[in-house]
């Protein structure tokens, strides 16, 4: 039935390339379970690693982990309104867009209101927003859902309950967020760098603020079913950190970020495939994904160091006056 | 049920005194971690702690089975662990590779977070029982706390409340003039030290009744509402305590009952712990950003609009000294305010006797025209002095005397007499009016 039933780490990959060989020359294939997830990880891995560069750019990245908290009250009050009114699902696409508007309206203004307008330092207000809103919402998520599992899943992430639907939405959003970058990639740039550089230019920099705001906001409700909304923070942040460690131009680093998380999403199904066929153990997809990306940058700190010829007995070094 | 049954019952006390503890360990060291401006490694440090638990847990489960108490131990010793590691990292990615602070803290989160996730999944065929018990922590589920546990927050809370106590001088110094702690001798390094391994030890503890993910609020939420009531570090400190214990007690309370109001209506449902803390800690935390005295919005808001209603009057008065008498309507053609607002000013200076309303005329009272002379006799002195002293071109002054004829004291007003020579006529060659006693 399955494919990649029962094969190991290389053995996923030819069977992988082989059967998109096939469907790229027309022959029919279903997708098998593995290919949606993998999928869906690089369409988020490809979405993440976009933004991840401006967001650490614009050191909004623990602004995205509130977010990526948020998101679940974002979901359930958006659940609520669209149940009233049409009858909407809880993961249907317009309520999870709608989520997502939620969050990141909320969220912003909640964090940068506390900042203005009752003088508190930025990262208390950072840390009882999200903290806050986010016990709101698994309140309301237990009482409404009548499901404790939903919220754990919300910060797990389930991959293996992945659906081709959450692949649809996952690269639709991915399609987002790489025409908003080619189209706004200028702007983006200029407000990342100088927020004052850019109003002067007449590019409104609080517009394309709120705009990177709602797209990890949205991304993050992407990933909301993969990897859960805690582990879609390693998707931002590795990637670009490692890339960083070998180029600091902005364009170049747009193109490594989400080359890297691709790669390793499909290191990470290939892993956790092979965990299941050679040793019995079902892992955690997402989680084995988040892994390599932290292996990965280990070994891009590895690499550095072996260039900077740091590695080399240098007994000097450590010798200092005390 | 009552209220004493949650500090009595052998079934209830147990989570009661537990998160109360636990709640006032986190919530002091919390509001040092405020002080020091770094309220998210609670966040990171917490989130990092997850993978400890997994493999600490799974370890014990697999060496001592029969033992529960033991794997309780080891679910602290890995949470620790990892802790540590995770700062660890932190630290050197901030240090040696010069990443942002927020990216650093946001990345070790989630990557060691993910590790657990993994570590947790492989548990889940072998140890299915204590996988749940695990999940159970994400959210925190302070029902199962036993007397053992009471007395080890207990222990808990007093190293914390001893170390507050009689450091508090050296920690007092350190936090707020860390340059001047070190060119005094003290130990600044074993304080930071001290710091950081209490602060650790308060938010894994704290993960048993507020839960991972949550763990960072609990100790962020009483430290920002302590804040607002005072400036003084002992105060501070006391406050964050008690609006900690506070929110423990009411959370622990709303989650029991909403527990059982739940299981009435037939489902098996338990309200976690965690959120409900953190609700009622935000709750209070809101409620001083609003209304606490002094630093509250609220305050701030009514002082702000006291001072522009007291301008406004000022402004009324010094127009009614240049020109006998008023029509309501020639008011607002100079002093373009809402008419309801107008009615107001003039209401206040006719209850304080400053004018009197005859017919449709408005006239001042000698006091008025006392009044509106030292506010004419302010301005005018300012002017003089900021061209005279200061040197200011005359085109600018009248604006800012506009603003610092409200602002200025009786005292700075007679400093200025005596620096001027007690003048007659300010740089527009204006009189100045007398100086005189209301």
Redesign the interface.
């Known amino acids: 039935m399955n494919p990649y039933w029962d094969c190991g780490f290389c053995e996923f990959f030819r069977i992988f390339f082989s059967r998109a060989f096939d469907f790229l020359t027309g022959v029919p294939i279903e997708a098998a379970s593995d290919e949606i997830q993998f999928g869906t990880l690089a369409a988020v891995a490809l979405s993440c690693g976009l933004l991840g560069p401006f967001l ?1 750019l614009k ?4 602004f ?2 509130s977010l990526s ?1 948020t998101i679940l009250l974002g979901i359930v009050l958006a659940f609520l309104f669209a149940s009233s009114l049409w009858g909407g699902e809880m993961f249907s696409p317009s309520t999870l867009m709608l989520g997502s508007l939620a969050a990141a309206f909320l969220t912003a203004a909640f964090t940068e209101g ?1 900042v203005k ?5 930025e ?2 207000s ?3 927003v ?3 809103l ?3 919402g ?2 309301l998520v ?1 009482l409404y859902t ?1 499901d ?1 599992h939903l ?2 899943e919300a ?3 389930n991959a293996d309950a992945l659906q081709p639907g959450d692949f649809k939405f996952a690269s639709l959003l991915a399609a987002l967020n790489l025409s908003v970058l080619i189209v706004f990639y200028r702007q983006l740039k200029i407000s990342a760098f100088d927020r004052q550089y850019a109003s002067a230019l007449g590019v409104p920099a609080s517009f394309f603020h709120f705009l990177l705001l709602f797209l990890s906001s949205a991304v993050s409700v992407g990933a909301f079913r993969a990897v ?1 909304v ?5 998707f ?3 990637p ?2 490692t890339a960083r ?1 070998f180029s600091s131009r902005l364009s170049r680093l747009l193109w490594i970020s989400p080359a890297l998380g691709i790669f390793a999403s499909g290191i990470g199904v290939a892993l956790s495939r092979h965990a299941l066929s050679a040793f ?5 997809t ?6 390599a ?2 292996l990965i ?1 280990g070994i891009g ?1 590895f690499l550095k160091l072996i260039r900077r010829g740091k590695l080399q007995p240098c007994p000097k070094e450590n010798a200092s006056p005390s | 049920m009552s209220l004493l049954d949650f500090f009595t019952d052998p079934v209830l006390r147990g989570p009661t005194w537990g998160t109360l503890f636990m709640c006032i360990a986190s919530s002091l060291m919390g509001g040092v971690l ?1 002080l020091k ?4 490694l ?2 990171s440090l917490s ?1 990092a702690a997850y993978p400890g638990i997994v493999a600490g847990v799974s370890l014990f489960a697999l060496l001592f089975p029969e033992h529960d108490e033991s794997a309780f131990f080891g679910m602290l010793a890995g949470a620790f662990a990892t802790s540590f590691l995770g700062f660890k990292a932190i630290e050197w990615m901030e240090k040696k ?1 010069k ?2 602070s ?2 650093a ?3 070790v ?3 060691f ?6 570590a ?3 548990m ?2 072998s140890l299915p029982s204590w996988r749940t018990k695990i ?1 159970a922590l ?2 925190g589920q302070a029902a199962t706390m036993s007397d053992f546990h009471i007395a080890l927050y207990a222990m808990l809370t007093s190293a914390v409340a001893l170390f507050l106590f009689f450091g508090f001088r050296h920690l007092q110094a350190v936090l707020f003039d860390s340059d001047y702690a070190k060119t005094a001798g003290l130990p600044v390094r074993w304080i930071d030290w001290a710091i950081f391994w209490l602060f650790l030890f308060a938010l894994i503890l704290g993960i048993r009744s507020v839960g991972i ?2 763990m ?3 100790a ?2 009483p ?2 509402a302590a804040r607002q009531f005072t400036d003084r570090l002992q105060s501070f400190f006391c406050l964050s305590a008690l609006f900690g214990a506070l929110s423990g007690l009411a959370g622990n309370i709303i989650s029991v009952m909403g527990t059982i109001a739940l299981s009435k209506s037939g ?1 098996r ?4 712990t ?3 803390i ?2 009622i800690g ?1 709750a209070i ?2 409620l001083s ?2 209304f606490a005295p002094k ?1 509250g ?1 609220a305050f701030r808001i009514c002082r702000i609009a006291a001072f522009r209603f007291r301008c406004l009057q000022e402004n009324v008065l010094k127009a009614m000294w240049k020109k006998e008498s008023y029509l309501f309507n020639e008011f607002q053609e100079i002093h373009r305010v809402v008419p309801l607002m107008l009615h107001a000013i003039l209401w206040r200076l006719k209850q304080g006797g400053w004018i009197v309303k005859a017919k449709e005329q408005y006239i001042l009272t000698a006091d008025g025209r006392r009044k509106a002379a030292s506010i004419v006799r302010l301005h005018r002195l300012w002017e003089l002095y900021l061209a005279s002293e200061l040197g200011v071109s005359h085109e600018k002054i009248h604006l800012n005397a506009e603003e610092m004829e409200h602002i200025l004291t009786p005292d700075i007003e007679e400093r200025l007499t005596r620096l001027l020579a007690n003048p007659k006529v300010d740089p527009h060659s204006q009189p100045i009016p007398e100086r005189s006693f209301l």
């Not at chain 2, 977070?113 to 993994?118: D, E, P």
């Not at chain 2, 449902?269 to 976690?272: C, I, N, S």
């Open positions: 650490v050191r909004m990245t623990m995205a982990n908290h506390l307008f009752f003088r508190l330092q990262d208390a950072i840390g009882l999200f903290s806050a986010f016990a709101l698994i309140l237990t009548r404790v919220s754990v910060i797990m992430g859960g805690l582990l879609v923070l390693v931002l942040t590795g670009y950190l460690l019995g153990l079902p892992l955690s997402g989680g084995v994904v988040v892994c990306i932290g940058y700190i | 405020f401006r770094r309220c998210l609670g966040e989130h590779e990443v942002r927020d990216a803290l946001c990345f989160l989630a990557l977070f993910g590790i657990g996730t993994v947790a999944s492989a889940q065929s999940h994400m959210f993910v949550l960072s609020g609990m962020i939420a430290a920002i489902e449902l338990t309200l976690p965690g959120p409900s953190i609700l935000a935390a809101l950003l609003l630093r919005w």
